[in-house]
């Protein structure tokens, strides 16, 4: 199935020379970056001048890796088909449905892998993979349990990047008569290990390799999918690993009125009365929630990860990121559906579609939506020593280029702001994981056709 990776073994000392850096919520002129044979930084040098000899020049912005939080990769297929005509999120699933119906660990590998790829193109160096497509079609586990998140794991190997699979349970069909939960449909039951026991049993089976790229936390696919009463294990799973543990949170009113109607309170209410949030939990979406609801998540410290080009791609909402923010819970960003595989443009939309709900400017600066994406990104995902470019930390980095059609013009002070504000993920121009190249000057290093590898993994599929 996997390819081997374009490089394998410890990475070779070297040295990088940043035209512009962000370092600490600031941009730098003249950055040299040190990274060890241990894949990470071991010296920032600011002021440096020309590139010293021997020093591989990135001219641009360099910026952490972006950390995509939320990524369900097989949606990818998804792209133009789930935008002809009109439908709801609803109809939306339906086609989803299918695409699942038709995966194999083989095709979610060559799926996976041009996937991650892509997200490698536009800067992302780690992401969080909210996996729930775990067996074979009618709920038969694949000789290997795992094999639907192995297969992941490799693909984000050999496209250089890192991940943390997010292995979910999914256990019901819908809340059903007072909470009890619906038996899984048709199409859910390759989604179902019966009973969050069993979902623990094989979770605690996956390997995660000893590469070094992959973690593995655990997800609550949602309230809906959970019934109430196999909510603990899940948590204990998580607290057991110091795991991340995510969650599908009110990104539908129905399942707002629904949770209500089988419990008489919110997702948010539920999933407070039985443990589940805490500083190492991120509820993904939050778009329609109560006064209650955002206390909740920011009293506990909770994550919340942002996907906005999902969230207007599906006509969700626009949640209240502002509120929760000031309330105490930390924001990250995710592709989700993948619509675009693009954290520039998920950062911009939270601040532009801001704008529009309130008609003021002004929510986020650009280095609070640069943290969302890289460092406040990674600890959601589980990975704390990345995100920032200082001595010890992974040497996961980025280049935006500054002199593209979109991001030509501004002082070299405001280019954090050219960066958020107008560049795309086609402005990346080197994207380094572990201190390896894994893009340079818009060339992925060991998928040399990115589109053609998104085009025959995705024709597989249709």
Known sequence: MPAAPAEAGPAPARTYWCAYAWLNGTV???????????????????????????????????LPGLANAHSHAFHRALRGAVQVGSGTFWTWRELMYQVAGRLTPDSAYALGRAVYAEMALAG??????????????????????????HALIAAAADAGIRITLLDTAY???????????EPPNRQQLRFSDGTAAAWAERASALRTGDGGHARAGAAIHSVRAVPARELGPVVEWAEERSAPLHVHLSEQTAENDACHQAHG??????L????????????????????????????ASAGVCMCPTTERDLADGIGPAPRLERAGATLSLGSDSHAVVDLL?????????????????????????????????????????????EAGMLADFTTVSLDSVRTVGPAPRM?????????TAADIRHTVVGGRHVVRDGRHASVPDVSASLSEAIGALH
């Open 28 to 62: 730098e002129p003249e950055v040299v970056v040190e990274t060890g044979a241990d894949g990470r930084i071991t010296a920032v040098r600011t002021g440096a001048g020309a590139p010293p000899q021997g020093a591989e020049p990135l001219r641009g912005l360099t």
């Open 171 to 181: 256990l019901a069909s819908g809340f059903g008569r007072g909470g009890r939960g």
């Open 415 to 423: 280019a954090a702001e050219a960066a958020v504000f107008a560049a």
């Open 265 to 270: 309170c919110t997702p948010t209410r539920l």
């Open 272 to 299: 407070a009365d039985h443990g589940v949030l805490g500083r190492r939990t991120t509820a993904v979406h939050a778009t329609h929630l109560t006064d209650e609801d955002i206390k909740l998540l920011g009293d």
């Open 345 to 389: 443009e998920e950062a911009r939309a939270m601040e532009l579609d801001e704008r529009l709900r309130t008609r003021t400017r002004g929510h986020w600066t650009a280095a609070q939506l640069l943290r969302a994406a890289t460092e406040d990104g990674h600890r959601a995902l589980g990975w704390p020593e990345a995100g920032r470019l």
């Open 124 to 149: 992302i160096t780690c992401v969080g993979e909210f996996h729930y497509l775990h067996h074979a079609p009618g709920g038969e586990p694949y000789d290997d349990p795992n094999a639907m998140g």
